[in-house]
């Protein structure tokens, strides 16, 4: 069975930093990009980063390029967000996500809550 | 930065058909993808490279692509099939790196 499991939101004040993490089970986890997506609070679902299989390319939207940084270690199939200098529209669950692309293998964790606020 | 346009709210009986559309410059040099997404809950995949249907999603889900705009077309809408449905692309820079989502569109089944 496919699981990937998030931890690490929480509440932060503004300015504040954390560090999301997720473990992947089910799948061979460095054949896929990985990616993080976000959803404020009754929102749409917004794509945060992504990085390569391999950890040698990474990308951002926007509005968390020079704050947020995603890594990945395939030893312990885990993918991260360091998420720093937060602010309260950063507020959101933050799920973790193997986006399908062209195939069907399409996986999503349960997500995580992060809450930027004093 | 480009965009993928959703219509907020969709509203159909049961039995109905109901079709959601999502427009992007980048729609006709990227694949695309639909999510259902219901409340307290991670989304599901219901359309992948614009008109596959993976094995776990009913028939009567499909769809389809036309230059600048795809369209998910939900054929005998079920109570169980209201939801959000988001479509999802990538920008037209080449790879499938910079991921977009649309705004979501509400599925209400009347």
């Known amino acids: 069975e496919v699981q990937l499991v998030e931890s690490g939101g929480g509440l932060v004040q503004p300015g504040g930093s954390l560090r999301l993490s997720c473990v992947a089970s089910g799948f061979t986890f460095n054949n896929y990009w990985m990616s993080w997506v976000r959803q404020a609070p009754g929102k749409g679902l917004e794509w945060v980063a992504n990085i390569k299989k391999d950890g040698s390319e990474k990308s951002y939207v926007d509005s968390v390029k020079g704050r947020f940084t995603i890594s990945r270690d395939n030893a312990k199939n885990s993918l991260y967000l360091q998420m720093n200098s937060l602010r309260g529209e950063d507020t959101a669950v933050y799920y973790c996500a193997a986006l399908a692309a062209i195939t069907d293998s399409d996986y999503w964790g349960q997500g995580t809550l992060v809450t930027v606020s004093s | 930065s480009e965009e993928l346009t959703q219509p907020p709210s969709v509203s159909v009986s049961p039995g109905q058909t109901a079709r959601i559309t999502c427009s992007g410059d980048?729609?006709?040099?990227?694949?695309a993808s639909w999510y259902q997404q219901k409340p307290g809950q991670a989304p599901v995949l219901v359309i992948y490279k614009d008109t596959e249907r993976p094995s776990t999603i009913p028939e009567r889900f499909s769809g389809s692509s036309s230059g600048t705009i795809i369209t998910l077309t939900i054929s005998g809408v079920q109570a169980e099939d209201e939801a959000d449905y988001y479509c999802?692309?990538?920008?037209?820079?080449?790879?499938?790196?910079?991921?977009?989502f649309g705004g979501g569109t509400k599925l209400t089944v009347l």
């Open positions: 980048a729609l006709p040099k990227q694949y």
């Open positions: 999802q692309s990538a920008d037209s820079s080449g790879s499938y790196q910079n991921i977009l």
